[in-house]
């Protein structure tokens, strides 16, 4: 029987360490080729940082290499360096705290999606048979004085080594990591290392942050008690929409054939996301904080805009679709529809979003409050885009129906992607006249909104999660919908023509706390004018 040769802990940390550098890191020996230069300068480059890397991965696990510790923590930094490299080369993703955010927080339907045998393979081959290799090698160590010893000369020497080829290199290797912070965040496996400590300290900052209630001095305007009928807001919040693939925006495509016959449809064209993932994107926008203010355990530790809104006497609702409300209505009424048995719309422990319109009628027919309703949306959420309409809305041929996203041609990834939004277009359009219907008796208004945009390979990228500071318009340019009916504009002062001349203004995820603080009159010291998008729109009047 193969027997391994009993090693020192100074030998398998060394070959640990060149394993981790070369195993996971194709993707990032890739991309370091493309950025430099070819020749011997661009080579040297190369090999120094390897050298660099090598010594740190080594200096690290030389320090943790105990008889209890060593092997528990190589075959785990195996097995998820595994999944780490497969969902980097799959899609193109960088690993950082927002990332892992995501990931994190994301539902058993996302998560089986993208499952794949190319996956377990990943796992199977650079995770499970190296770490059995490792499980059955004996390794060898001293007595506790010799051992330290061993490590204080091993440490040292990799010291030595980072240090000397660090200042022989010093100003290639500068320039390369000062133009180039994606290198750290394609660095397995100390980007998923560095991000899970970053969320953990995250999550005990902010169980440690007592919570904050905001807008306390929060009231409805006086005009309130002037109207004799309810009113509805439906706030939908889109998923994976990105505003260059829609019609009513200017795509070539007409994605939405059914909201540009939309009468009194208002499409902003210059819209920009908070973050590019649901985890940081949601919290944000109803958080009230700028996208440069906004820090993610400050956020969770204190009410948002819902709250504010219900404090001032507002009825709030919101009715999810998807993996929840990343904690921003978690002091009001919630609906989860993901998980109804309706055999028209669901299947699969997943709903098309058609859901969110179920019971809406009858809703607005006992409305007893005036009301702000949240519908978050599965939309477009990847990489199975083909699951996430009916056939019905397949209008654009052939379509990738694999979550391998890189071994479909970019025409069937852009294809399904497509019909995803031509089924959005449907269901907002049948929400708009759904409203429309009601506005004798309620007075009703949409506003929708995508959290992220999404990557459908251009740069090599897909989906979303790109760090906000290197990542594509595509995953930041959303698109920003409007529609109010004429009982509503009447009441609360909105002039939709005037809004329409001002369509193309540069606005953000920003905008929407304080412009709906603004639309439904609600009175409070968060308030900002400058935010508020419906401002310049509202005769004096209505105006704070």
């Not at 306390?216 to 439906?234: F, G, I, P």
């Not at 400050?298 to 609702?317: H, I, S, W, Y």
Request: charged share 20%.
């Amino acid at each position: 029987m193969f027997k391994v040769k009993p090693l020192r802990a100074e030998w398998v940390t060394l070959i640990a360490s060149l394993y981790l550098l070369i195993g996971f890191n194709s993707l990032l020996w890739q991309h370091l080729a493309s950025v430099l230069a070819s020749d011997a300068h661009g080579l040297l480059l190369r090999v120094a940082f390897g050298v660099m890397i090598l010594c740190a991965f080594n200096l690290v696990l030389t320090l943790l290499a105990f008889r209890m510790l060593l092997k528990p923590l190589l075959i785990t930094l195996f097995m998820v360096s595994a999944g780490v490299a497969y969902f980097m080369s799959q899609y193109g993703v960088m690993i950082d705290v927002g990332m892992l955010r995501n990931a994190m927080e994301t539902n058993a339907t996302e998560v089986r999606d993208l499952l794949s045998i190319k996956l377990f393979l990943y796992i199977a081959v650079l995770g499970v048979l190296p770490s059995i290799l490792l499980y059955k090698a004996p390794v060898l160590y001293r007595n506790w004085a010799r051992e330290l010893f061993g490590k204080l000369l091993a440490s040292v020497a990799c010291i030595v080594v980072l240090g000397t080829v660090a200042l022989i290199n010093y100003q290639g290797l500068a320039s390369l990591f000062r133009n180039h912070h994606e290198i750290r965040l394609m660095l397995v496996p100390s980007n998923f290392v560095g991000a899970s400590l970053g969320y953990v300290g995250e999550r005990v900052g902010s169980a440690a942050t007592p919570f904050r209630a905001i807008g306390e001095d929060a009231k409805l305007d006086v005009a309130w008690q002037q109207r004799s009928r309810k009113s509805l807001t439906v706030l939908v919040v889109g998923e994976s929409a990105r505003a260059p693939n829609f019609g009513v925006l200017g795509y070539g495509r007409d994605t939405t054939p059914q909201l540009s016959k939309e009468k009194g449809l208002i499409a902003f064209t210059d819209v920009h996301s908070c973050g590019t993932e649901t985890a940081v994107s949601v919290p944000c926008m109803f958080s009230g904080f700028t996208r440069k203010d906004y820090d993610a355990s400050t956020a969770k530790n204190q009410e948002g805009l819902l709250d504010v809104l219900q404090r001032a006497g507002l009825a709030v609702r919101w009715r999810d679709n998807q993996s929840g409300c990343k904690g921003t209505c978690d002091r009001v009424v919630f609906e989860n529809v993901s998980n109804l048995k309706d055999p028209a719309l669901c299947a699969d422990d997943e709903c098309r979003d058609e859901i969110l319109l179920k019971g809406l009628d009858s809703f607005i027919d006992s409305l007893q409050q005036d009301t702000v309703l949240v519908l978050h949306q599965m939309g477009s959420h990847g990489p199975d885009y083909y699951k996430r309409y009916p056939k019905e809305y397949e209008r654009f041929t052939p379509v990738c129906r694999s979550n391998a996203l890189n071994q479909c041609s970019q025409d069937s990834i852009v294809n399904a992607y497509d019909n995803t939004l031509v089924y959005t277009d449907h269901v907002l359009a049948a929400l708009i006249d759904l409203l429309r219907s009601k506005q004798d008796k309620v007075d009703t208004a949409m506003l929708y909104l995508s959290d992220h945009g999404e990557s459908l390979g251009e740069y090599n990228l897909y989906l979303h999660g790109t760090p906000y500071m290197l990542a594509p318009e595509q995953q930041k340019h959303v698109p920003l919908l409007a529609w109010f009916s004429d009982s509503y504009k009447a009441s609360f002062g909105v002039d939709s023509d005037c809004l329409q001349k001002v369509r193309n203004e540069p606005l953000s995820q920003d905008n929407l706390f304080h412009s709906m603080l603004g639309l439904l009159q609600v009175h409070t010291n968060l308030y900002k004018p400058e935010l508020d998008l419906f401002a310049s729109c509202r005769p004096m009047l209505a105006r704070h």
